[in-house]
């Protein structure tokens, strides 16, 4: 009672930013940023890390871990969150610091939708091979809250319409009052840094090396799809890319087999979603 008789006594203006110090204070005690740290994987283990990997920036790109449809999440043979992580994420870092303004940390933050993650630190969002994701209610809900304050998910790397059901029933908990929308070539996204009317399925390395870019045809993997969700202001707030594989143009940038057409493309698409993003 004498703090708050005294508290009283203090003039408006000090009793308000005092309120907001204590908000922040807790804001950031709930939400502090998780240290880096590097996981185990299904295709890499002791990969190269920067030197300035903790160094901070400005902008991080976070990436999630997801449990799926066997059960995996953690590292194992079904851990399908790893999926060409993390070299097609230190690729692709280094390249948006290069190619543009941005001040991108040099490597990636894994984040979780458990509830003992901060994932409101990092306001984009990556998923890959999503046709093997099982969100259970709880992180859908979070996964909603995380976008509905701001976030924005990019998901890649998934084929065919059994992946596409798979991704859509994590999808509908996420959303269930909105639906999914293709993007038209004269939508904002693809004009935001680049002029992207005009693309090319983006195939992962196996289809490329058995001279095709696509996988699944035979459940309808042969064209590319790039759709969205919008929130009610009509903004894209998860890009969807189905029927590519990104992830692998970005992880075999460096390889002289695989068509610099297509690492290009992917590296553009990825620098116009997330200045898209940064810009709304």
């Not at 590097?38 to 997801?66: G, N």
């Not at 994932?119 to 099982?134: D, K, Q």
């Amino acid at each position: 009672m004498l703090f708050w008789r005294r508290f009283k006594i203090v003039p408006m203006s000090l009793r308000v930013a005092l309120v907001i110090v204590v908000l922040l204070c807790g804001w950031g005690f709930l939400f502090a940023q998780k240290p880096w740290r590097e996981y185990p994987a299904i295709e890499y283990s002791d990969f190269f890390i920067p030197p300035d990997s903790r160094v901070p920036h400005e902008w991080t790109r976070a990436r999630l871990k997801y449990p799926d449809v066997f059960g995996g999440e953690d590292f194992g043979p079904s851990a399908y969150w790893t999926m060409d992580y993390p070299r097609s994420d230190r690729h692709l870092l280094p390249g948006i610091a290069r190619l543009t303004r941005i001040d991108a940390r040099s490597v990636e933050q894994i984040v979780e939708l458990d509830g003992s993650d901060d994932i409101y630190n990092w306001p984009f969002l990556y998923a890959v091979e999503v046709g093997h994701w099982r969100l259970p209610e709880i992180q859908a809900k979070r996964l909603r809250d995380y976008i509905d304050r701001g976030g924005f998910l990019m998901v890649d790397d998934f084929h065919g319409n059994t992946e596409w059901s798979v991704f859509m029933d994590s999808l509908s908990k996420v959303f269930p009052d909105r639906g999914v929308e293709d993007l038209a070539d004269s939508n904002e996204i693809f004009h935001t840094l680049y002029d992207l009317e005009h693309r090319v399925q983006i195939p992962g390395a196996n289809a490329w090396q058995s001279g095709v870019t696509y996988e699944q045809p035979e459940d309808g993997g042969r064209d590319p799809h790039w759709r969205a969700v919008y929130n009610n202001k009509n903004r894209v707030v998860v890009a969807i890319c189905h029927d590519m594989d990104l992830g692998d143009a970005w992880e075999h940038a460096d390889d002289a087999w695989y068509s610099e057409a297509f690492t290009g493309l992917a590296y553009r698409i990825a620098i116009n979603y997330i200045v898209y993003d940064m810009s709304h």
